[in-house]
């Protein structure tokens, strides 16, 4: 099956930073999603992206959908406390199946 | 307008025992997806039910089982169970048979160990 690569696998940044992080693919995928997990809850969807070159908002959240089709990137602008959690990025495999990245872990010092 | 909602919390089972996870979905969903978690990693996808039948299957051995009733809820069920079993199980509802997987709304899991 498909396999997605993030990266970096953990953030330590100060309270105000920018950050960037990305996900790669062994293949293409036609749709690319992000997701925030909060310690004790389930994943929840941040941007969705559906077209190659795309750039998506979400308040300070920005996502890219690559132009080869095989990576996706997130950027957080001016990052506050409430930011931190683990970021996947994730794509459909077949109709029913996500498959997902092995997650970035964002800690922000204040 | 409730969420998808699992049961129980959490759960503490030991090696070779059966468990039984509990999955209701966000309210006018029909489709029910199960992930695991492992600590440190993404989830992996374990299976999907649609109409009461098991539609995909991830790489997951028999020993994984589940069902939907038709009210739509939806159980896990695990065989003999191993140490390695142990993680975060995720549900997650959509609707239409999960024709679109970006609208799948996940709830906040169900924490098993096997000791």
């Known amino acids: 099956g498909q396999q997605l690569n993030q990266s970096p696998q953990s953030m330590f940044i100060q309270e105000g930073e920018d950050v960037s992080m990305n996900c790669t693919s062994s293949s293409i995928f036609n749709t690319w999603l992000w997701y925030k997990q909060d310690p004790g809850e389930g994943p929840v969807l941040l941007i969705a992206?559906?077209?190659?070159?795309e750039l998506t908002s979400n308040g300070r959240l920005t996502a890219q959908f690559g132009i080869t089709r095989k990576d996706s990137f997130l950027n957080i602008s001016a990052s506050i406390p409430s930011d931190v959690g683990i970021y996947f990025c994730a794509g459909p495999e077949g109709a029913q199946k996500l498959v997902f990245g092995q997650g970035t872990r964002l800690t922000i010092n204040p | 307008d409730a969420g998808v909602t699992q049961s129980p919390t959490h759960l503490i089972k030991t090696r070779g025992q059966q468990v039984t996870l509990r999955c209701s979905p966000k309210s006018g969903h029909d489709t029910v997806s199960w992930y695991q978690q492992a600590l440190g990693q993404g989830p992996q996808f374990i299976f999907q039910?649609?109409?009461?039948?098991?539609?995909q299957r991830g790489n997951f051995p028999d020993r994984f089982s589940g069902h939907q009733f038709p009210n739509y809820s939806s159980e896990l069920n695990v065989n003999a169970l191993l140490l390695g079993d142990s993680a975060l199980y995720l549900c997650?509802?959509?609707?239409?048979?999960?024709?679109?997987?970006?609208?799948?709304?996940f709830g906040p899991g169900t924490r098993l160990t096997v000791l």
């Open positions: 997650a509802s959509s609707l239409g048979g999960g024709s679109k997987t970006d609208t799948q709304y």
């Open positions: 039910y649609y109409e009461e039948e098991e539609r």
């Open positions: 992206l559906y077209k190659a070159g």
